[in-house]
């Protein structure tokens, strides 16, 4: 481009125009003498508002209202369909701008004198230019249908007083702002369960990922050592536990755990001399089962991937520690240790995040239990098999719906923090 | 001097292999009881030993027995049917948004990343009810389509980060010589990109197979009738039915899903370890 040609003014306003006219979709680019583009997005914008129509007349009204007749309506229905009516909105509203924007940008390139692409080269271009939207959207739309809009509804639920007593076809359920929120902290059983639940949730997340991270680590660490024979064997042993489907594991341990038909009562402690334990009656004892099967089933990943990372430790580190005659519990200490746990950081923050979610383990082994009279947890139950519980069992949807969100909310922002401060979420 | 360290290299092997003994018995205990229960005759467990006197394969020859309640095989194959075809798609999704992120500029690439960072972190059950409702509405209740498709979308935001990751570290010089040379980037993906990332498209496939084969959570909810149910939910409900009376039953039917996975997952372990490696840990 010269430089007298961006001084004078284009003669033409193509692009305005083009715009302006884009307004209803297809216009702007029949203007601009694409004839088949145009007709094409004539058709698709006629499809989306005659085939919606429907669709946002009672998605928007069933959003804002959750229904007002019974048995006529269903709230929770209505609620769905008002979050499809909102993403599919968005997602017409997002091409809407890509109309005009491609009108303006052809309008633009007229009135620097440049030709109209042919539909030919128009499609072209849609698989050159824009090549990473064409094969991004599949997995974006997937991911807003199956895991954003699930999500969305649940935090819209959490709003709402659905439960139990506002179910179709007899009642319905209405939006009541925080009020859900402030019941957790104030009506006292509410209260209570949550803290209860809560501790124990942390302890758990806790405790079960450093046993799991340390017998990992530690295992690696043995199996390294140079003089070690049978080095294949006992890694294969080792991974044993991550081999086998977790599932099955959990059901094979809360049988060796049961109290009456179990093995660990029936021979191990008997041959020992020891009375049986109340595994899966006594909350704490059921709460040291957890913490063992959960060692068992965890520390082979972290074995296995600290066991690369050892490998990957240049020799060269240790020589100056071996002429210094250090230990080989020193060199240990002082080289290996931090070099795995510098290389780990985003791997443990991982075992932390998946065990605070570890549903699995808590509800197949015991269901949260034993029971715990007058709650809706059961004496082991984390935040998230407590949620299963009150959606599956008691259908207190709206509470449910609520930890919902409080669990999100501290899951993102511990993890943001922790991912930022061991600087691994770079823009890259 | 020489012997001291001699000798305390003999107390080091010592403690390493008795602690290596122990955790292997801790570790193969759970195992053989379970294949020992598998072929103790009777139903109960009171009175089992690890190597049964009068061994029988009678709760193998059970499993093939269809209840109105009990559909071992149809449970296998549905569980082998959605994992497998989790994976598949998921690795071709991932792979191909990946693809996208790695290499192309485009709006809303940042935002996008981002969306994935914070929607791997909130469990996909927590929105169980979203999940139910959805499936009543749909009326795809029982539909193991809707459970494939649920799986897979939830396998997009976390693998597609390791993903790109990986694709990241591979360098673009790669791909810009291969565009002089005239390849389309459809070209540059599979045949130069995807056999680079071997090691990270083991991990993505080893995730979208394993996770589907243990959910118990949403499986439970959107499938309802026996007949659709997948491992889980059916062996779930066997032992938690009877009160431990199908034990053994449960057994057979545990040993005869985990031995195939196991051995697969031993033989390919060294695929997705450099992955996990590779991927996972950089800090």
């Known amino acids: ?428 | 001097m020489k012997k001291s360290i001699a000798k305390g290299r003999i107390i080091r092997l010592t403690v390493t292999y008795a602690i290596l003994i122990l955790v292997s018995l801790i570790i193969l205990y759970p195992l053989a009881w379970t294949i020992g229960a598998s072929f103790n005759p009777g139903n109960s467990l009171v009175s089992t030993s690890l190597i049964p006197k009068n061994p029988t394969l009678s709760h193998y020859v059970e499993l093939s027995k269809t209840s109105a309640t009990f559909y071992y095989f149809q449970w296998f194959l549905n569980s082998l049917k959605i994992s497998l075809i989790t994976m598949v798609l998921s690795v071709f999704l991932v792979s191909i948004t990946a693809y996208a992120f790695s290499r192309f500029d485009f709006h809303g690439r940042k935002n996008g990343l981002v969306m994935f960072l914070l929607l791997q972190m909130i469990p996909q059950f927590s929105a169980l009810i979203a999940i139910f409702v959805l499936a009543q509405m749909l009326h795809l209740v029982n539909s193991h389509i809707l459970l494939i498709l649920i799986y897979t979308g939830g396998m997009i935001p976390m693998n597609t980060y390791l993903m790109k990751g990986y694709f990241d570290s591979i360098p673009k010089d790669l791909d810009e010589s291969a565009k002089i040379d005239g390849a389309s980037n459809s070209r540059i993906f599979w045949q130069i990109l995807m056999p680079l990332a071997k090691p990270m498209l083991a991990v993505v496939a080893m995730n979208g197979f394993t996770g589907p084969l243990g959910d118990f959570a949403i499986s439970s909810v959107v499938l309802r009738e026996p007949k659709s149910y997948t491992l889980p939910i059916g062996l779930y409900n066997l032992i938690s039915d009877k009160m431990g009376a199908s034990y053994t039953t449960f057994a057979a039917g545990a040993i005869l899903i985990s031995i195939p996975i196991a051995v697969v997952f031993v033989l390919l372990q060294k695929n997705f370890v450099t992955g996990l490696t590779q991927g996972g840990t950089k800090g």
């Open chain 1, 1 to 428: 481009m010269t430089v007298q040609t961006v001084s004078a003014p284009p003669k033409t306003r193509h692009a305005r125009t083009a715009a302006l006219l884009s307004i209803i979709p297809g216009v702007g680019q029949l203007y601009n003498r694409q004839i088949i583009k145009g007709i094409f997005f004539l058709v698709v914008t006629g499809l989306y508002v005659v085939g919606f129509a429907d669709l946002f007349n009672m998605g928007f009204w069933g959003l804002i209202t959750l229904g007002v007749e019974v048995p006529r309506d269903n709230s929770v229905f209505l609620l769905a369909e008002g979050l499809v009516a909102v993403i599919v909105a968005a997602i017409g509203l997002f091409f809407y701008g890509v109309n005009i924007r491609d009108a303006h940008q052809i309008g633009k390139e007229r009135d620097q004198g440049a030709a109209v692409p042919s539909f030919r080269e128009s499609f072209s271009n849609l698989i050159h230019r824009d090549y990473p939207y064409v094969i991004i959207s599949p997995g974006i739309l997937l991911l807003l249908f199956t895991v954003v809009f699930p999500i969305l509804f649940s935090f819209a639920l959490a709003f709402t007083n659905y439960d139990l007593y506002h179910t179709a076809p007899a009642h319905l359920a209405s939006w009541v702002g925080l009020e859900t929120f402030k019941k957790i902290f104030t009506v006292d059983i509410w209260r209570s369960t949550f803290i209860d639940v809560l501790g124990w949730t942390v302890i758990w997340t806790v405790v079960a990922s450093t046993l799991s991270v340390t017998i990992g680590i530690l295992m690696a660490v043995l199996v390294h050592q140079k003089d070690l024979r049978f080095k294949k064997l006992w890694r294969t042993i080792l991974i044993l536990p991550w081999a086998v489907p977790g599932f099955v594991t959990i059901l094979v341990f809360a049988g060796l755990f049961n109290d009456s038909f179990g093995a660990i009562n029936n021979s191990l402690l008997a041959s020992l001399g020891i009375h049986s334990i109340p595994w899966l009656t006594n909350a704490n004892w059921t709460k040291v089962a957890l913490l063992f099967t959960q060692s068992w089933l965890g520390f082979p990943y972290i074995f296995v991937v600290t066991t690369g990372i050892l490998q990957s430790i240049p020799e060269d580190l240790y020589e100056a520690a071996i002429l210094d005659g250090a230990t080989a519990f020193q060199k240990f200490r002082s080289i290996t240790l931090p070099f795995i746990l510098s290389q780990m950081a985003p791997i443990i923050i991982t075992q932390y995040t998946f065990n605070f979610n570890n549903f699995n383990i808590i509800y197949l082994f015991n269901a949260g239990g034993p029971a715990v009279p007058g709650s809706t947890a059961g004496g082991t139950d984390i935040l998230v098999s407590w949620i299963y519980k009150l959606t599956m069992r008691s259908s207190q949807y709206a509470l449910a719906a609520a930890l919902t969100i409080m669990l999100s909310v501290v899951v993102i922002g511990i993890a943001l923090w922790q991912f930022k401060r061991t600087n691994s979420f770079k823009e890259g």
